[in-house]
């Protein structure tokens, strides 16, 4: 009785050791308040703007959304002097605001990013302005604001199926360790 | 069956890869390898097992050849260990990254034709799955994976093969009319089905299967990484706490995941430049070089090592620190394989359907017609979705783990198994933290629109 009451202890370490784990990750982890952008979206494709094609992927989240502006041109992307995200509610109850973007650096490839803040969940007209040394010009699209998730409970929700999972696991390594234990 | 269409996918990737768009995301090379080819493989194996190695598209050129030239030499005995795939694994992940292979149809298809004519000429002189065996990087990491897979090739009854004369799931069945002619062949990875656990190099290609008279093997459903915990002699394979080479390809696999990963997240391009600039390097390679050896061989060293002098001085092991990490290092796998999975199904789920107006692209750039124009609007799941089943997976690689040693700290000391299990652990919680520290960055899209 003393032994079995050890293996259970043992087997109760465990649940507790994952119990604790998962309830700091959720609500004690200051990972998830960072979570990684994305994934974007395409709102704009293969428009000509001024000597450069244009697309846009953005990411329009209630917040900080985020929208990246990739230039082509086959003659080569000349020097750019602008790149900006103008936004503005379609109902007008804002005014229009401007943000500049930045070139991000990665080879092979002329990206910019802008990150612009939405303050409420509906579709904004979003204009995209492009200035060059060879011209320039701009395209504009509406674009849905998504609503803000429930952070952490979302996440728990999310969640409860690795975790049921989990347990089932630990239950067949139980299972297996008894058995062992048996023909031993 | 399997094997045709993903030859034929293999080919179009390829051919798209040289003669189709250069723009990554626009090009089924890159798309199809780098978002959909990774993602399912690794979902595949986890839902299931080693599928795709049953169905590899390496394999019909080569069973193709093998009707032309028959192999004639042995496979070198020195080379009959993991080291040589080591190696490849680690070579392919510098290139990886070295080449931006994720944003090169052209280097892509140039890796896809490689592999196949490796495959071919390797198996066309070598006898049996040499190449399966010892050399694939993308089978080594299979076995690896499956290892905490569902399901495994084995025996029903293993009375049945007690009274088994002619082995035929290993030697092959001849023909009944007589001669030495193989008409149905047995294990070519020298697995032999009685004595065989688990799924570490078997590429489920089911010769055994089809060869066993009796049929007494098949897939079967297991607990998934209960192989890795205790340690009976495995056909074909030995002991794994005397394959050094095996545990070295645990240990690449898991830290591999976290490399492979970190080189896709902001803070790789600030510690490169970093780098550069205090060794005053200008090419790309020696500073790639100097992250591998890093994350690859010095900290797996310090950390397994500490955390086996540790096992030893607190939980009364005997064993030495090498034979400590040999026998613990297997436990690494299913943390190892909650990394690649988060990694890579955060691209697979994120880029789900942008297979689709790739292929509209392709198939109107040849003339044949679709209906509408290509569907660039299509991507995948909101990360809304994705990043808690990236947490979700690493978890349960974490609990896998976890569960995986301690009965390993177990068997070696039943009456006290917490001192030996907890450096263990604490070298799997570092780990994790530092997977999911890494999954909450800002990740390049790679073969979408945004990859870098």
Known sequence: MGIEKGKRGRAGDLVSIFSVLALWLVFGCPFVSHAHEGPPYPIIVDKPVGPCVVSVWADPDVGIGTFFIILESPNGVPAVKKVEIAVQPVTGRLPEKSHPATLENLRGRVQYKAEVPFDAQELWRVRVVLETVRGGGEVTTDVEVTPPGLGRWDLLLYLFPFILIGLLWLKGFLRGRSARKRQD | ?452
Request: some cysteine; glycine content about 8%; charged content about 15%.
């Open chain 2, 1 to 452: 069956m399997l094997q045709i269409p993903l030859f034929a996918a293999g080919i179009l990737m390829a051919v798209h890869g040289l003669a189709g768009p250069s723009l990554a995301p626009k090009n089924l090379a890159t798309t199809l390898s780098w978002v959909h080819f990774r993602g399912a493989l690794v979902l595949v194996i986890l839902f299931a097992g080693n599928f795709f190695c049953l169905a590899c598209p390496f394999m019909l050129p080569r069973q193709i050849a093998r009707r032309f030239f028959q192999p004639a030499l042995n496979w070198p005995r020195r080379l009959r260990n993991k080291w040589l795939s080591i190696v490849l694994f680690v070579l392919i992940l510098f290139v990886y990254e070295l080449f931006n292979l994720w944003g090169s149809p052209w280097w892509t298809a140039w890796l896809i034709l490689t592999y196949f004519l490796a495959a071919v000429l390797i198996d066309s002189v070598f006898k049996r799955a040499s190449f399966c065996k010892f050399v694939c990087p993308i089978g080594q990491f299979n076995f690896v994976a499956s290892t905490v897979s569902p399901m495994e090739v084995r025996v029903r009854d293993t009375e049945i093969c007690v009274d088994c004369r002619t082995k035929d799931c290993i030697r092959g069945r001849r023909d009944p009319a007589g001669g030495l002619t193989v008409i149905q062949r047995g294990c070519e990875l020298a697995l032999f089905q009685p004595l065989k656990t688990g799924n570490m190099d078997c590429t489920f290609c089911l010769d055994c299967v089809q060869a066993c008279p009796h049929d007494n093997v098949g897939i079967l459903g297991r607990l998934p990484a209960g192989e890795l915990i205790a340690d009976p002699p495995r056909s074909g394979i030995g002991y794994f706490s005397r394959r050094k080479d095996l545990a070295a390809l645990v240990i690449v696999f898991t830290f591999g995941a976290l490399l492979n990963a970190f080189g896709m997240v902001s803070p790789v391009y600030a510690l490169q430049n970093l780098i550069a600039d205090a060794l005053h390097l200008k090419h790309e390679a020696p500073v790639l070089g100097i992250i591998f050896f890093f994350f690859l061989v010095a900290e797996p060293v310090l950390l397994l090592g500490l955390a086996a002098w540790l096992s030893r001085r607190f939980g009364g092991s005997r064993k030495g620190i090498l034979p400590l990490i040999t026998r613990y290092g297997y436990g690494l796998a299913p943390l190892g394989f909650g990394v690649w999975l988060s990694h890579y199904c955060f691209h697979f789920l994120t880029g789900l359907l942008t297979f689709v107006p790739v292929v509209q692209s392709a198939l109107s750039s040849v003339g044949l017609p679709i209906p509408g124009p290509p569907r660039w609007d299509l991507g995948g799941l909101p990360e809304r979705f994705v990043y808690p089943i990236e947490l979700g997976l690493l978890g349960l690689g974490l609990a896998g783990s976890l569960m995986v040693i301690y009965r390993m700290a177990e068997e070696d000391s039943a009456d006290s198994p917490l001192p030996a299990f907890a450096p263990w652990a604490g070298l799997c919680i570092i780990l994790w933290i530092s997977a999911v520290w890494l999954m909450s960055q800002p990740m390049e899209m790679r073969g979408t629109f945004l990859s870098g």
